[in-house]
């Protein structure tokens, strides 16, 4: 089946502390990229990847760092969290880019 | 000012009711255009994709862009409880590699 998974789902964590969100996919896809939602805000792209070693900023990359060092995974790496980065975040794949992008199922994660 | 304006919502209509969801944009340079569904607690799946202007239909949704006015709408007819969702809309211009800016999203609540 193709899809996109995430993990963890969900996560609760203290200021400062580093953290890992994992992302893969299993259908070959170029494209891979990082969101956030936040509610008024809708989805906000936070990094995004043509291809494996290419990475290049979204519009809210502050505080985040990503890796592509493999076709399939696209971690995002938290490496000190703050609250203002608790929020709902999502992982998606595509061919190009601008074609159809499948998401993955979301990471809610909670900055105390 | 928002690349991108979607209002909010909620829209609650009856079941059976033809649904009417709009998008409108600000740079002229956005070429394709796209909607996607967001039930609770899931990511977006794409459920229509046009490029540049005119009409696209799948069944009971019809995509309109309308370039010129700088405004795209997704109608759902017949209307069902299992449409209600968030629905999404995105946009992209090869200009800007192919990023997807997303609306804020529409909440539709259809009563049975």
């Known amino acids: ?112 | 000012q928002k690349e991108v304006e979607q209002d909010p919502g909620p829209l609650s209509v009856p079941e059976g009711a033809i649904v009417s969801l709009n998008c409108t944009y600000s740079n002229s340079a956005f070429q394709y255009f796209m909607w996607y569904r967001q039930y609770s607690r899931k990511g977006p799946e794409l459920l229509m994709y046009t490029y540049s202007s005119g009409n696209k239909e799948d069944g009971r949704f019809t995509a309109q862009v309308d370039k010129s006015s700088k405004y795209i709408s997704l109608f759902i007819r017949d209307s069902q409880p299992s449409d209600s969702a968030t629905y999404l809309c995105a946009m992209s211009a090869p200009e800007y590699g192919n990023k997807l800016v997303f609306g804020a999203g529409t909440i539709l609540r259809v009563k049975s």
């Not at chain 1, 170029?30 to 990475?55: A, C, H, K």
Request: proline content about 6%; charged content about 20%; some cysteine.
């Open chain 1, 1 to 112: 089946e193709a899809q996109v998974t995430q993990n963890p789902r969900y996560l609760i964590t203290v200021t400062g502390k580093k953290l890992t969100v994992t992302c893969s996919q299993n259908m070959n896809h170029e494209y891979m990229s990082w969101y956030r939602q936040d509610p008024g805000l809708g989805l906000r792209q936070i990094y995004y990847s043509m291809n494996v070693e290419v990475t290049d900023k979204g519009d809210v990359p502050e505080g985040y760092k990503v890796s592509r060092k493999e076709k399939r995974n696209f971690p995002l790496i938290l490496e000190s969290p703050s609250p203002n980065q608790t929020s709902l975040y999502f992982c998606a794949s595509s061919l190009y880019g601008r074609d159809e992008q499948y998401f993955g199922p979301g990471t809610r994660l909670t900055v105390t």
